[in-house]
């Protein structure tokens, strides 16, 4: 079995940060690509940024400059840091990543059950 946790959601100002982080564990052999999607209500979930084993990030263009999204391998986590926070940046924040379970076997999917971020003044 393997788990994704987030924490670090919260309530905040506009303007404020927040440092996301996302732990995996259970059966993993390695995690390839991990990603962070947010889903407003009402919304669609959209990805936010993502990140390869080697350390290249992509970002919405919504966040770029805003947000950091980064990860150790060696303790299978992954992190957000979230500033200069807007009103539209809340949402439920979810991490997924790519995992090999086994050496030799498929890389499968798997998702963190969420962590709220609202930012309101």
Do not use: H
């Amino acid at each position: 079995q393997v788990q994704l946790v987030e924490s670090g959601g919260g309530l905040v100002q506009p303007g404020g940060s927040l440092r996301l982080s996302c732990a995996a564990s259970g059966s993993i052999f390695r995690i390839y690509a991990m990603a962070w999607y947010r889903q407003a209500p009402g919304n669609q979930r959209e990805l936010v940024a993502s990140i390869t084993r080697g350390g290249s990030t992509d970002y919405v263009d919504s966040v770029k400059g805003r947000f950091t999204i980064s990860r150790d391998n060696a303790k299978n986590t992954m992190y957000l840091q979230m500033n200069s926070l807007k009103p539209e940046d809340t949402a439920v924040y979810y991490c997924k990543g790519n995992v090999q379970v086994w050496a030799g076997t498929s890389l499968l999917d798997y998702w963190g059950q969420g962590t709220q971020v609202t930012v309101s003044s």
